[in-house]
């Protein structure tokens, strides 16, 4: 196992290399390896095409290739991609997924993370939160929002290696366990 994971880690470093160092493609490809990624966990054909050696190598890359252009992913990453072909280790991708996040991190010094909110706010308000997780990890960040209603207010800011939790259930939880409610 240990040998698949530090293949992932050589193809993700070896994309990073590869393609260009503009926001926006870096952003591309971490929305394309994302969509693979979550296409090949939840959708079992998909993860059987890829995986059966039936399947011709070309029927594979046209597949990623018409993927790839609509999240606009350049040449480079393909090419990774055609060895993962190769060598029958698209299994990979989840893994490849979340090394690539960490790399973009240190590339860019941004973090891509999830904001989760009891409910839609303004975007005056949003800024805000936005400005103020900005300051506090020194980073630019990329946020997804989702809403939860079971956090009642506040709200909590995921990352991969940080997790920023100002939600009143986590107050309220925190005062239960220490008796305080």
Do not use: C, W
């Amino acid at each position: 196992m240990l040998k698949r994971k530090e293949l992932a880690r050589k193809a993700v470093r070896l994309i990073v290399k590869k393609i260009p160092k503009e926001k926006e493609t870096i952003l591309n490809v971490d929305a394309f390896l994302g969509a693979l990624a979550n296409a090949y966990k939840k959708d079992r054909t998909l993860r059987n095409f890829f995986l059966s050696p039936q399947i011709d190598k070309e029927k594979k890359m046209k597949a990623l290739e018409e993927l790839s252009k609509k999240f606009n992913a350049p040449k480079e990453v393909l090419e990774v991609l055609e060895y993962l072909v190769d060598i029958n280790a698209m299994a990979l991708i989840p893994e490849m997924k979340r090394l690539y996040e960490i790399e973009l991190e240190k590339l860019m010094r941004m973090l891509k993370g999830e904001l989760i909110l009891p409910r839609k706010l303004d975007k005056k308000t949003l800024e805000k939160i936005r400005k103020t997780i900005n300051k506090l990890l020194n980073r630019e960040i990329e946020i997804e929002i989702k809403e939860d209603p079971a956090i009642i207010g506040g709200f909590v800011f995921k990352t991969q290696a940080y997790v920023l939790d100002t939600s009143v259930k986590t107050q309220l939880e925190k005062l239960a366990r220490i008796g305080g409610v």
